[in-house]
């Protein structure tokens, strides 16, 4: 499956699907501390997503998507992904504009549930859509580009 090392345990799709792995985590510890009626467990919980994913989505917007909307069949794909981008940070700010005061946690609780449920769908599109497509299409040359990336990334925080 991976043509670059060798090992698809080592490529960044697998490093993106890891991450995919722990927003699924996370958003689970906020829909249980909703279902516990505890909200600063699910807000905490949220905040802890929210770290991962601004970062996962950075990499894929700077680093994956790029080179995958230079392929003619997939540049639909990825403006629809990045799209999605959009509308989950959107919903994030909703969330913050969200006035205290008597209804705050059901209307909180109610955005969060509709944006993690977003998120599931978005990671599913990704993890059966996408990332097979960029096994498939990209070379050894992007997938350096993209370890690159990442690791000036992590030297310096996007
Ligand atoms: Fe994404
Ligand atoms: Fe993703």
């Known amino acids: 499956m991976c043509d ?3 090992c698809r345990d080592l490529t960044p799709v697998r490093r993106l699907m ?13 829909r249980r501390a ?8 699910a807000q905490t919980g949220f905040r802890m997503l929210l770290e991962v994913l601004g970062p996962h989505v950075a990499k894929e917007e700077k680093a994956l998507f790029p080179r995958l909307a230079e392929v003619a069949e997939l540049a639909d794909h990825v403006a629809v992904l990045e799209g999605e981008h959009a509308d989950l940070f959107d919903a994030v ?3 913050d504009d969200l006035a205290g ?6 209307q909180w609780a109610d955005g969060v549930q509709r944006a993690l449920h977003e ?14 497509a960029a096994l498939a299409t990209l070379d050894g040359a992007d997938w350096d580009a993209i370890d690159a990336w990442e ?3 992590r030297v310096m925080p996007t």
């Open 18 to 30: 890891d991450e995919h792995d722990r927003l699924r985590e996370l958003s689970d510890v906020v």
């Open 34 to 41: 909703l279902a516990a009626d505890d909200l600063p467990r």
């Open 101 to 106: 005061g008597s209804g705050f946690a059901e």
């Open 151 to 153: 690791g000036a990334a």
């Open 4 to 6: 670059h090392c060798g």
């Open 119 to 132: 998120l599931d769908e978005h990671m599913f599109k990704e993890d059966f859509g996408l990332f097979p």
């Open 93 to 95: 700010d909703r969330l």
